[in-house]
Structure formats: C-alpha cells, structure tokens
C-alpha cells in the first residue's frame, strides 16, 4: 500500500483497477504511436522528473490493446532503468509464444528482481480455465506464498492436470498461431483498405490498435454504431486509456479467419470504400 506504480497507458484496464484495490498510487504513463505504445527510458524519466520517484513499473509485451512489442535491447534499456533506480518491473509475459517474427524476450533474463506473470489463457487456450504462474525474486516468495494461501489456497486440481497436458500440444497450439498470422494480414490489409490507416505495429498478441478520429469524436459512440448497424464488435479505446481512448478502438483477430473477412468486407463498405452490397446485414463478432 501507498507504492507509486508506473501504468502505461494504453493498457490493460485491470491493472490500474488492481493496484487502486490495493491502495497503490497508480502514475500513468501516456505512451504514443510514436513510442509504438510502449515505455522506454526517457519516457520514464520524463516522468520522474514530472511526478517524482517510483517504487514499480508494470509491462506488457507484447501489449493488451496495441499488440506492439519491446525487441531485446530495447526490454533491457527499460530493465537496466528499472534495477538503476530501485524500481520494481512486473513484466505481464501472458501474449508470450503469440508473436509474428522474433520471439518475445523474457525479463526473466534480464532482471532477477522482476516479477514475471504468465497464463494458460491466451498462448495455451484455456482462458476459462484460469490458471497461471508468477515467478517470484527470493525477497517476494514467501509474501506472494501467504497471499496466494488467503485468496484461493491453490488453483483447482482438474486446472493443473489439464495445463500439465496443455504442455504436450505444441502442435496444436502452433497452428492457433498461424491462424492468428492469417487473421492479422487479413486486417493489416483490411482496415486500411476501409480508410483505417493508422495502425500499431501488431508485433504479437492477437490486436490491432487503430486511430479512428478521423471517422468519430467518439470511439465508444463509433463501436456501438458498427455493432448495431454492421453487427461487427469493437472495443473503444477509452477501456484502455481514459484520457486519449476516444480516439482510438481495439480490433480483435482471435477469431475465425473468415469471420475476419467478412467483418473487413462491412466495414470497407460503411466506409463507402466499396459500393454497399444488396444483402441484409446479420450478427458477427471479432472481438474476442
């Protein structure tokens, strides 16, 4: 309680709603297209400088919404920045195996003072099944121990033999891979095809981060009318970052690769980009 922790913003609204619960000052961090939506060091210490020093600096890469990733040098600029100012990282690794060239490096080879989290929801599938892993410096064992004993005691039993045969469909699991590589071309190519052409790079994850200002003041009011007259789901952007979200909208690609298509094909043709075909338009989904 009282820890000054660093949120990138955009990001995953659950860790500020986390940290607030535990009392913990959340510093938000913006980030832009032009930092590919993730932290660095001179971002931080612009910060610091702006709102004084900091106890903890939440990352994710590759990212929850924007999909962007920090390369090798660049994680350890910002873990090299971490251990020179006493600050602790928590690296959110949950999208690792889920990337489209270079693998994601782990900050487990960079800084043995980090928190490193990771799932079975999002590379391994089993999103429902909610179980995942902590690796813990020496110092955080035994607190993370007591406070993994007064929330759930241990995760269920049927959980753990099902992530224990998880392990073994690398196979499977790959080929979700692929589809999601097949799913992000399709709306690499599409939305720009559809005048949406401002793009995070999608390194990993299964998102695009896209710019829509220039079609809504209002990216909420702009996903609920696509959803209500296309049948196509977005998420707005202020779900991910209060202060410049409604200029921004999230698009999911975790889904079938011709739900994608079809999704792409509404959209180019409520952009006027295409002539408005003669069918009716029924309910389909792409945020998942």
């Known amino acids: 309680a009282g820890d000054r922790v660093v949120v990138s913003s955009p990001g995953y609204p659950c860790y500020r709603n986390a940290l607030q619960a535990l009392n913990a000052e959340v510093v938000t961090m913006p980030t832009s297209a032009e930092t590919r939506f993730q932290p660095s060091p001179d ?5 610091v400088r702006r709102t004084g020093s900091v106890d903890g600096l939440v990352l994710a890469s590759p990212s929850n919404p924007s999909g962007t990733m920090l390369d090798g040098p660049a994680l350890a600029a910002v873990s090299d920045w971490c251990a020179a100012h006493g600050v602790r990282l928590v690296a959110d690794e949950i999208y690792h ?8 490096p782990t900050a487990l080879n960079l800084n043995g003072d980090a928190l490193v989290v990771n799932s079975f929801s999002k590379y391994f599938s089993m999103t429902g099944w909610r179980l995942g892993w902590v690796v813990a410096p020496d110092d955080l064992v035994e607190p993370v121990r007591r406070l993994a004993q007064n929330f759930f005691i241990s995760a269920p039993t049927l959980s753990q033999i099902a992530a224990v045969a998880a392990f073994d469909c690398h196979e499977e699991l790959q080929a979700n891979v692929v589809r999601y590589a097949a799913n992000r071309s399709v709306l690499v190519e599409g939305l720009p095809a559809a005048g949406i052409d401002r793009l995070a790079p999608s390194d990993g994850a299964f998102y695009v981060y896209a710019a829509v200002d220039h079609l809504a003041a209002d990216s ?6 696509w959803l209500d007259e296309l049948g196509v789901a977005v998420t707005p952007g202020v779900d991910f970052d209060p202060a410049e979200g409604h200029r921004y ?3 999911s690609y975790a889904g079938a690769t011709e739900d994608m298509a079809e999704a792409m094909r509404r959209l180019r043709e409520w952009t006027g980009q ?3 075909a003669s069918q009716p338009i029924d309910k389909l989904t792409t945020n998942q």
Do not use: H, M
């Open 43 to 47: 971002l931080l210490e612009d910060l």
């Open 97 to 104: 195996g889920i990337t489209f060239g270079d693998p994601a």
């Open 220 to 225: 909420q009011a702009l996903c609920k009318r």
């Open 249 to 251: 909208a999230r698009f």
């Open 274 to 276: 295409v002539d408005r």
